[in-house]
Every structure is written in structure tokens, then in C-alpha cells.
């Protein structure tokens, strides 16, 4: 099955009504079938979208449903048949989503779309040995994304009236955000946690935290005791501590590090399943990960006021 982001069904409250999406001077179409656009994941799509509104023209959907695996995805029939139909296919690339990669190793270069090619972004490399693939949770690297994404759609049967204005509103409002939030991490005096998942490198070296460790490596795999020995020698005895969690993942092995310290605890969700694509939609989505994490290191912060 493929999720399309105008036939999500109500289980993910993700039904858009395409009709009323955009308006027609936004992003015109052909009288003709629509484009259909396959995006890799929702927070790739989430991103596109504050670009490439969906519109009675654009049929945008998704290769991988929220909350499933990116790192070790197995797709079904309809998936695979959804890339063969698609007229782009949009994913970061093989060093970012390397599990799709022999899925989408046989899509014509005329179809296939590799942003890790086409826009200039900056990755990180953990301590593991992998790139980190949550590239979309920098703010730089968005940007960068959405400056590309107007060029992608020139050769297609779609009107371009608008989507340069997109990109330009996009990005200011974006640096207008972080602007606003750098001055907010700023402001604390305990900027250090640990996440669940080892998926915020880049919004800890963007507003400069200092991240203790994780509990799940980025390929997915629960880091050993060494490791988890090493977090204990950098958690300051009966401190306070914030822990980004996952729904996705359980936190248990975090009891083993209960005894060092308290745990602030607040849960984000990295899908973006609850964010309709369109305009603002990964600016809600991009913001309310950094909300919970500046709440999670404020209370840090309280916790160590005399």
C-alpha cells in the first residue's frame, strides 16, 4: 500500500482536502492526469510540501507509511509497483536511506531524484561510523533542500507560478524560527541530554547542547554496556538530566542509568504523522521538536536553581 497525502486514512488523520489546498494561481496544473510525485517519508514530505502544496495536478505520496522503519524497510507489492508508476521519485539517497537503495536502484535517472546530489548539505558522521540520515531536523540542510526543489519540477507537465515564492517564504520564516529559539537555548544553564534514539545530532551542534549519549545507535541497534558505562562517567552524581524519547523506542535501558540520575522525560515523534503536508506544516513539525526539547532542558535548568 501506498500513502498518499490525500488518502491517508483515519487512523493517521491525515485526509487532505486537495480541492481547497492551494489556490489555482499558487500551482496550476494540465487538464490531464496528475503528476504523481513519490516522496520517501513523511519528513521529507512534510518539507517538500512547503514548496509543492498538493494540488488537484500533484498526486504527492509516500513511499514508507509514518512511523515505519526507514533504517530497515520492507516494501510489498503495491510499493514497489508505486515506484514504477511515480514520474519522480524523491529520496535523500543511498548514504541517508540506504535500506531503500536496492529498491531504487533500477528507477531510470530521468525519474529518480537524489538530494543527497542535488542539494548542499552539510552531514554529520556519528560516533558509530554512519552518516546521520535525520537530515531534515537541520535547519541548514532544509534549506538547502527547499532551494533545489523548484528546479525539480521544471521539465514537468506543472505550472512553476509560485513555487519560487514558496521557497523564498519558506526560508525566511524558517531562519525567522531558529533565530527566535537560538536565543531561547541560549538562555539556559543546563543544556545536556540524552536521547532514546540517536537521531539529534544536528539540532544539538545547530543550537550547540551538549548530548550525553543514546540509547539506541542510529542503525537502530541498542548500544552496548560499554557505552552505557560511558554516559554514567558523564552524568554528574544525583543531577537532573533530560531524556528525548521515542515512542518508537523503548526507553527501557534507561534504568540503568536511574541510579545516577533523575530523569526529565518528554516524548517526541519523529514520524510527522500528525502533520498534514502543505504550507507551515514542517515548520509546525520542525518547531514542535525543538519546543519539547527546550521544555525538556528548562526543567534541567529549574531542577539545578538553588
Not at 482536502?17 to 489555482?24: D, I, M, N, R
Not at 533504517?71 to 541517508?96: C, E, F, K, T
Not at 550547540?208 to 552505557?228: S, Y
Not at 558505562?229 to 528525548?244: H, N, T, V, Y
Request: glycine share 8%; aromatic share 8%.
Amino acid at each position: 500500500m501506498v500513502w498518499s497525502f490525500y488518502r491517508f486514512g483515519p487512523l493517521l488523520a491525515l485526509c487532505l482536502s486537495l480541492g481547497s489546498a492551494v489556490q489555482a494561481s499558487d500551482l496550476a496544473a494540465s487538464a490531464g492526469a496528475p503528476v504523481k510525485l513519490l516522496v520517501s517519508s513523511q519528513p521529507l514530505a512534510l518539507l517538500l510540501g512547503e514548496i509543492l502544496p498538493p494540488s488537484a495536478g500533484l498526486q504527492l505520496d509516500l513511499l514508507v507509511a509514518p512511523g515505519a522503519s526507514l533504517h530497515h524497510p520492507s516494501l510489498r507489492p503495491s510499493q514497489r509497483a508505486a515506484i514504477a508508476d511515480a514520474q519522480r521519485v524523491i529520496w535523500l539517497g543511498p548514504r541517508l536511506e540506504p535500506g531503500l537503495a536496492r529498491y531504487l536502484n533500477a528507477v531510470p535517472e530521468d525519474r529518480l531524484v537524489t538530494l543527497e546530489e542535488l542539494a548542499d548539505m552539510e552531514l554529520l558522521q556519528l560516533g558509530t561510523g554512519h552518516v546521520d540520515s535525520h537530515v531534515w531536523l537541520s535547519p541548514e540542510n532544509a534549506i538547502q533542500i527547499a532551494r533545489v526543489v523548484p528546479g525539480l519540477m521544471s521539465d514537468l507537465d506543472i505550472s512553476l507560478a509560485g513555487l519560487n515564492q514558496n521557497m523564498s517564504d519558506f526560508i525566511s520564516g524558517l531562519e525567522a524560527d531558529m533565530q527566535l529559539a537560538s536565543k531561547r537555548f541560549a538562555s539556559l544553564n543546563d543544556n545536556s541530554f540524552i536521547a532514546v534514539h540517536d537521531a539529534f545530532a544536528y539540532l544539538r551542534d545547530y543550537f550547540q547542547l551538549e548530548q550525553l549519549g543514546a540509547l539506541i545507535d542510529a542503525n537502530d541497534q541498542p548500544v552496548g554496556a560499554r557505552t552505557l558505562w560511558g554516559m554514567q562517567q558523564r552524568i554528574k552524581p544525583g543531577a537532573d538530566i533530560c531524556l528525548l524519547d521515542n515512542a518508537r523506542y523503548p526507553a527501557g535501558q534507561s534504568e540503568a542509568l536511574a541510579q545516577y540520575a533523575a530523569f526529565h522525560k518528554v516524548s517526541v515523534d519523529l514520524s510527522g504523522a500528525n502533520y498534514q503536508p502543505g504550507k507551515g506544516a514542517y515548520r509546525r513539525y520542525l518547531n514542535s521538536i525543538i519546543e519539547s526539547l527546550y521544555l525538556c532542558l528548562l526543567a534541567n535548568s529549574n531542577a539545578g536553581d538553588p
